[in-house]
């Protein structure tokens, strides 16, 4: 069995011998796919808010949760800095940082001035190869 492209809505395949897909089909009679209804993610029984993952009863509780827990992590904040006296201040961390200009000195750090091939990493690697066999040669 072949299928082929829907001439209609070019996104869905149908059988040869037809002349539109199931979906296309549907939609020309007035049967208009139902959308799926996305339920509130808290309580799992009322339809979803557009634009949002819970209803608008649970919305609302949480609204009125969060008014007297956003001036108890203010509190928090407050007291956390405060007790942040035992803490190494951020100047002090540049020292574990080391500086770029030293290690750009390491000749193993230097720019590169050729680019890198597989062919020319082959060939070094078929030298060295070479090079070991004929010291193993002179070794025997």
């Known amino acids: 069995m072949k299928f082929v492209l829907c001439p209609r809505c070019e996104m869905n395949y149908m059988p ?3 002349q539109y897909c199931k979906v296309c089909l549907q939609e020309m009679r007035g049967y208009a796919a139902p959308e799926e209804i996305e339920l509130c993610s808290v309580c799992n029984e009322n339809p979803a808010l557009p634009g949002h ?5 649970c919305l609302r ?3 009125n949760h969060e008014e007297p827990h956003e001036e108890a992590d203010e509190a928090h904040e ?3 800095a405060e007790n942040l006296s035992g803490v190494e201040s951020v100047a002090e961390m540049d020292e574990i940082i080391p500086d770029m200009d030293e290690s750009m000195n390491n000749p193993e750090f230097g720019e590169m001035t050729h680019t890198l091939s597989l062919e020319s990493v082959r060939e070094d690697e078929e030298k060295e190869q070479d090079e070991a ?3 193993e040669d002179e070794d025997r």
């Open 78 to 80: 407050t007291i956390d």
């Open 16 to 18: 040869v011998g037809e």
């Open 133 to 135: 066999d004929a010291e």
């Open 61 to 63: 509780e949480m609204q």
């Open 53 to 57: 993952d819970v209803c608008a009863q």
